[in-house]
């Protein structure tokens, strides 16, 4: 019987969901098949590693990289020992605003798994040096921690997917685009602009002329997201910015994304941030607050 286990991935910074490291390993034995709900991409320094994952096989030398989706079984194990090799794990929504949340639905894995993409790598050197180069500066950032490095490490992730985007020559990501998302946007700018009230599903249905049962598998189709998973995600983005550009107390924040019941909020904010608003407040704005 095969042995399966959910990795749990913890953030070393709240407002950047991700964790990148460097790891060796000197034995050829496999590790057990797993998952975590983080995308996965795994560059390798040195040696070499056998990696499977969405029903292919990988071998991975120096300056290889493996796109690994969420929640996507995977294992590999060592074959020219040792192998140093970068693991970088992230949560694909986080790095999507109200600006560029149109193009999660490119890569929300409705019809097409991300690790489908890895041709990509095999197939184009340049993109596969640009991706690289791109955990690389991550990795760097993290360590260093200068000024602004979580706007970089922001950046780098988008460059990443937009490799992706732009180098799709097979149109997998095209092919999960659908131009009924347009019908959408009268919805998600209703959302924005109300983020501080009642947003209304009725109203959204009313807005995309669209009956209730058919709105609802309509919107999670179009934006790999319930409805009422995308409110709650919009008004924390939306609580997260004011915690750390404004001198409100938590349930004044709470009122100011639509969220009075203080026990809501919180169950909220920890659901996408792992950490109590005022957790998240001290750890990006240090302990004199």
Request: aromatic residues 12%; hydrophobic residues 40%.
């Amino acid at each position: 019987m095969m042995n399966v286990f959910e990795e749990r991935i913890e953030y070393e910074n709240p407002l950047l969901s991700l964790k990148i490291w460097r790891q060796e390993r000197g034995r050829r034995d496999w590790i057990d098949w797993h998952y975590h709900p983080e995308c996965e991409i795994l560059l390798i320094e040195s040696g070499a590693l056998q990696a499977e994952t969405g029903g292919e096989t990988h071998v991975l030398r120096p300056g290889d990289l493996l796109l690994v989706g969420s929640s996507q079984l995977h294992r590999d194990r060592a074959v020219e020992t040792p192998v140093r090799y970068m693991v970088l794990q992230f949560n694909l929504q986080s790095f999507f605003d109200q600006n560029t949340i149109q193009f999660l639905q490119y890569f929300n894995e409705t019809k097409t798994p991300l690790s489908a993409l890895n041709y990509i790598f095999r197939e184009n050197a340049s993109v596969r040096e640009n991706a690289a180069a791109c955990v690389r500066e991550i990795y760097g950032e993290m360590e260093r921690k200068e000024t602004g490095y979580e706007m970089a490490v922001n950046l780098q992730i988008q460059r990443f997917l937009l490799l992706l985007l732009r180098s799709d020559s097979r149109g997998l990501l095209a092919d999960q685009y659908r131009v009924e998302r347009l019908r959408l946007k009268p919805v998600l700018d209703y959302i924005d602009l109300g983020i501080e009230g009642r947003i209304s599903v009725e109203e959204a249905c009313r807005m995309a002329n669209m009956s209730y049962y058919y709105f609802v598998k309509f919107f999670r189709r179009v934006m790999g997201l319930s409805f009422t998973e995308y409110v709650n995600y919009r008004r924390i983005r939306r609580a997260e910015q004011l915690l750390l550009t404004r001198d409100l107390s938590v349930g004044e924040i709470g009122e100011r994304v639509g969220m009075p019941n203080m026990a809501h909020f919180y169950k909220m904010f920890r659901r996408f941030n792992n950490c109590s608003p005022k957790e998240f407040q001290r750890k990006m704005l240090g302990p004199g607050r």
